[in-house]
Every structure is written in C-alpha cells, then in structure tokens.
C-alpha cells in the first residue's frame, strides 16, 4: 500500500471497479483489458491504468488483468478482504431503507446496531438489527471497535451528533444530513445529499436550448423600460 496521500477521486472509482468486476467474474469473464473496463465504468482507459498504478502492477501488458486477482487486491485496498462492522445513525425512513440494504445486500459490511432517540422505536428492531437508545452508543462503538458510522438525522442534530462519535473513536462517515460537517483531519466525511442530486439531475430532464430561452424571456421581462422624457 503506498504511503503518499491518493486523492478522494480516486478512492471513490475504486468501487466502480469492483462491482464491474463482481458482474465479470459472475459470467465467468477471467482477463479483461482496461479498454474493456473503460467501455463498462465510462472512465477512460488511462484513468483506470492511472489509478490502478497508485496501488502496484496488477496486469500484463497486451492481455489485461485477472479478474479474480484483480478483485482480490481491490478488495485489500479498500479494506474490504473482511467484513467492516458499522453502524446506523437515525431509524427513520432513510436509516430503516439503508439498515435493511447493507444488512441483505452488502456483503462487504455487517450492520452492529441502529441508533435513535424515539422511545416508540427504542428496543425495535430492522430486520433483526437492534435499535438501541443513542445514550448507550459510546459503549458499543467500543465493544464492537466501530470505526464507521452512516448517519441519517435532521441537519440540525448532525454536527452534534458527529462530535460525539468522534470523540468515541469513528473515523470514517457517510453523511446522509443536508448540512456541511467539520471534522478533524485524521476523520473523513462522504455527504450523500438526496435532494441536491435530484435537483441536479431535473436540469437534464427538459432541454438545454429551452430553458435558456426561457431564462433569455425572463430576463428580458425584468429589465427596465425606458421612458422618454421631455425637458
């Protein structure tokens, strides 16, 4: 594993191609080259060979890589080789929907503990994952060693919450919270906020040359008229 710092861009595609390569290895595919990765991710080739170099030499020039092998090292470096235990801030709709995901359909993770203050959903449980009170959080954190933690709350809760559970040893947060976290430097936050990717994603559904002529009219409208005056 290198010790110089690799860049959160790339850390992220690394999931990308795992899965393509989970999906090869299902239809028995051995090698591929990156130009066929390329055609699967949409990353170049030269980005995949890029990355890839960060970490070794994990292929053959002129036939591409293993796909077992190339999975199996993938894994290592994400720290994926065992399962990562995590837990679930927030047993609301969203914290219910990624509890009863990850708990069915992520084998890379096993989901310890749901953690709510709600008395009417204390003692509950999703598909067989308790939920605990959030005051005895500090106490499983350390018997299970978490070091990951999704977190679901209202915006207003979610700093609060974060300080908290640094203090008690998490290091790494998916934060499903509309709100930016400060963190400290040795802790590291990926933000999946729902609403601004839908946002972003209803400027593809309508096209590009009609909204700027409706933006164009509107500011037209807005401008003010100019009126003749008579001395």
Do not use: W
């Not at 992220?12 to 899965?19: A, D, F, G, H, T």
């Not at 969203?94 to 708990?103: C, I, S």
């Not at 003692?123 to 994952?129: A, L």
């Amino acid at each position: 594993m290198p010790q110089r710092s690799i860049s959160k861009s790339v850390i992220k595609r690394l999931p990308v191609y795992l899965r393509i390569l989970d999906n090869l290895i299902r239809r028995d595919v051995e090698i591929i080259s990156s130009k066929e990765l390329s055609n699967e991710s949409g990353f170049t080739a030269e980005q995949i060979r890029k990355d890839l170099a960060y970490f070794g030499a994990f292929g053959t020039r002129g036939t591409g890589y293993n796909t077992m092998y190339l999975r199996e090292q993938i894994l290592k470096i994400i720290g994926l080789d065992k399962k990562t235990s995590i837990i679930v801030i927030g047993a609301g709709h969203l914290g219910t929907a990624l509890t009863r995901y990850n708990a069915s359909k992520n084998p890379y993770v096993s989901v310890k503990a749901v953690f709510d203050i709600d008395p009417a959903l204390i003692g509950g449980d999703i598909n067989g994952i308790p939920i605990f009170d959030y005051a005895e959080i500090a106490g499983i954190i350390k018997e299970h060693q978490i070091k990951v933690a999704l977190i679901t709350v209202p915006a207003g809760a979610a700093q609060e919450v974060v300080d908290d559970i640094v203090s008690h040893g998490i290091r790494a947060i998916l934060n499903f919270a509309p709100v930016k976290l400060r963190v400290p430097s040795h802790v590291h936050v990926f933000n999946a906020d729902l609403t601004m990717e839908l946002q972003s994603l209803i400027y593809y559904s309508s096209a590009e040359e009609e909204r700027l002529s409706r933006l164009q009219q509107d500011q037209d409208t807005a401008k003010p008229s100019k009126t003749l005056t008579l001395d």
